[in-house]
């Protein structure tokens, strides 16, 4: 809100007294249509059609029921009626709403009543001139000074300066017919949306039933009902603040025949195919996409650390957590290949009794078709790894500077044998010169083995490094 009243205040440079008189009020009631697009960043685009009587000539209009958190220098109208004759010639965003410190602030130096109560329920009225409202209230009652006096205190009047919700006061030439459309649209704050996923693993984590889910928040200021709405997904750029300028056009929104999903610029637009109220301060969600059978890959990640190639260390950590991770493509021969907006993923698999239980969950980015997801469930508790620096040396072997060595022992306490992706990340030049497992060079800074770990077994990678810092 502050930010929003700095930003009118530099548009227009005038407050709302400087209206002669309160203009007609175009209300909610005069509401014939909006739409609403919410973008993943706390952003939405409004547009909202209402029907509004105008003078001949120039006349105030005040527009009320818009956003709190509004961002003036983004307001745009125009006539759907007639835009030719129609013109902005000022505006203004109200944004000081009434609230009692606000109310007690338009009354310094004025008369007031001071109302107390006795314990007999006697209410007892004096007059009093409001001095100050700094840090506490101070009176002036005949010839002494009150600070913080008990009681109620009754105004004779509410200042016409003080609006109940946030308004756009308007004033406009009309060349035009007197009964018109008028769409307005404008930026605000408090509305977004992220996708949420629910994951049910099969029992043997080959499969996976996907459900996706929009949750949608406003926490905008005000109410769209029936609303027609639109989200897009991917993050789009924001100019740094600047020097506001006053919008007075804007392009129309089309109306959503279905629900789809398209290409829209550089991001995904996603259109509901039904209109809906978004309510101040709700959350709510709508379905986005459902996928049976998806196939799955259960990967176990050890990952290592570019510091133990630099000096000598020796042990380097027991029961080693080995992370577990599904990998799933996002493909149509998957049954997906869809663009899968950001969101949280929770995973469930289903116990002996048949209830589903968590697993984990894991943060999704912006997915395109045709890529693959990699999802973090958690910690294996069976699996675990020691990891042991068994040497470490320099030498003068051009371009190396140390040679080290390692041996990692990884523990499968379960029932069957799984295998264990290591990534091993190595700083600087480097080579392997021996190890136990074939090794690969997974890129110009990692190192990788696939070790398979037997059933209730062990299994124990050497292996020596030649690096150059």
Not at 89 to 113: H, T
Not at 419 to 428: A, D, H, I, K, S
Request: with cysteine; net charge negative; hydrophobic share 40%.
């Amino acid at each position: 809100m502050r930010c929003a009243a700095a930003a009118a205040g530099a548009i227009l440079g005038l407050g709302s007294a400087g209206w002669t008189a309160a203009p007609p009020a175009v209300t909610l009631a005069a509401r014939t249509d909006v739409a609403v697009t919410v973008y993943n960043q706390d952003l939405a685009l409004v547009k909202d059609t209402r029907d509004v009587s105008l003078a001949s000539g120039e006349s105030a209009v005040r527009f009320e029921d818009v956003a709190a958190r509004i961002e003036p220098a983004s307001v745009a109208i125009r006539s759907l009626t007639d835009p030719a004759h129609l013109a902005v010639v000022e505006q203004n965003y109200v944004f000081d709403l009434i609230s009692p410190a606000k109310l007690l602030e338009k009354y310094v130096g004025r008369e007031v009543e001071l109302v107390e109560t006795d314990e007999q329920l006697h209410a007892r009225t004096t007059k009093a001139v409001l001095l100050a409202t700094n840090d506490g209230y101070v009176y002036r009652v005949g010839d002494r000074i009150a600070i913080n006096p008990a009681g109620r205190v009754v105004l004779p009047e509410l200042p016409e300066e003080l609006y109940a919700r946030p308004t756009l006061l308007w004033r406009l030439a009309n060349d035009g017919p007197a009964r018109q459309k008028i769409e307005v649209s404008y930026l605000t704050g408090g509305l977004s949306w992220t996708a949420d996923y629910v994951l049910l693993v099969s029992a043997d984590d080959a499969r996976g039933d996907l459900t996706g889910w929009v949750t949608l928040t406003n926490r905008s200021g005000a109410r769209y009902d029936d609303a027609s709405l639109k989200l897009v997904a991917g993050r789009i750029n924001r100019a740094a603040p600047g020097p506001p300028q006053l919008a007075l056009e804007a392009k129309r929104a089309r109306a959503a025949p279905q629900l789809a999903e398209e290409a829209f610029f550089e991001y995904h637009l996603y259109s509901l195919d039904r209109r809906t109220t978004l309510a101040d301060n709700e959350t709510k969600q709508m379905r986005l996409l459902a996928a049976d059978g998806i196939g799955l890959a259960k990967r176990y990640l050890l990952v290592g650390q570019p510091a133990w190639y630099r000096s000598r260390l020796g042990d380097l950590g027991r029961n080693l957590p080995v992370g577990v991770f599904l990998e799933l493509g996002n493909t149509a021969a998957n049954h997906l290949g869809l663009p899968l907006p950001a969101g949280t993923v929770r995973l469930y698999k289903r116990d002996r009794s048949g209830a589903e239980q968590l697993v984990g969950e894991d943060r999704l980015a912006h997915t395109p078709k045709d890529e693959t997801v990699t999802l973090k469930a958690g910690d294996a508790f069976d699996v675990v790894a020691t990891r042991t620096q068994t040497d470490w040396r320099t030498i003068d072997l051009k371009p190396y500077d140390a040679e080290a060595a390692f041996q990692v022992s990884i523990r499968n306490h379960k029932p069957e044998p799984v295998t264990v992706t290591m990534r091993e990340p190595v700083g600087g030049q480097w080579e392997v010169v021996e190890s136990s497992l074939p090794a690969v060079r997974v890129d110009a800074g990692t190192l990788g083995f696939d070790v398979p770990v037997p059933a209730a077994g062990e299994t124990v990678v050497r292996y020596r490094v030649r690096v150059a810092f």
